[in-house]
């Protein structure tokens, strides 16, 4: 994905059905490797809590933090373990440059993360929240 002179820095993967958590595991080691990805887009990947983890355990493993700025995870069922390990991930600073996160769709992961994100202190590089379609309803919304 990079050559002399050249990087990659927008991955769209948008609509490919079915992602299981090994192919999660590999996009992770290829984000890890290629720092020069800033906006990934996985909306509509059907993108499990296993598949989530496994991303981005595999992103902490970086030595250095991602260059992520924009990811789109909506119509996933990220389900609540996916949405607290996003909010670790930014947390803990795997995700440290994150401007934009898109959730829409996604009513577990989008609770799970406002609770992990309340039990955390710190800044968040973090400037749009798309929660579109979610129902959060009296779980946080």
Request: positive net charge.
């Amino acid at each position: 994905l990079a050559r002399a002179g050249t990087a990659v820095r927008v991955l769209k993967l948008f609509g490919n059905p079915g992602f299981s958590r090994q192919a999660a595991c590999a996009l992770g080691r290829l984000l890890a490797a290629n720092n020069s990805i800033q906006e990934l887009d996985l909306n509509s990947c059907r993108l499990d809590e296993g598949a989530c983890v496994a991303l981005l355990e595999e992103l902490a493993r970086r030595s250095g933090p991602s260059a992520l700025r924009k990811l789109h995870l909506g119509n996933n069922p990220l389900g609540g373990r996916g949405g607290a390990a996003l909010a670790a991930a930014v947390q803990k600073g795997v995700l440290p440059l994150l401007e934009e996160l898109k959730l829409s769709s996604c009513e577990e992961a989008c609770a799970a993360l406002f609770e992990e994100l309340a039990r955390r202190s710190g800044p968040l590089a973090l400037r749009k929240l798309d929660l579109s379609y979610s129902a959060l309803g009296g779980r946080g919304g």
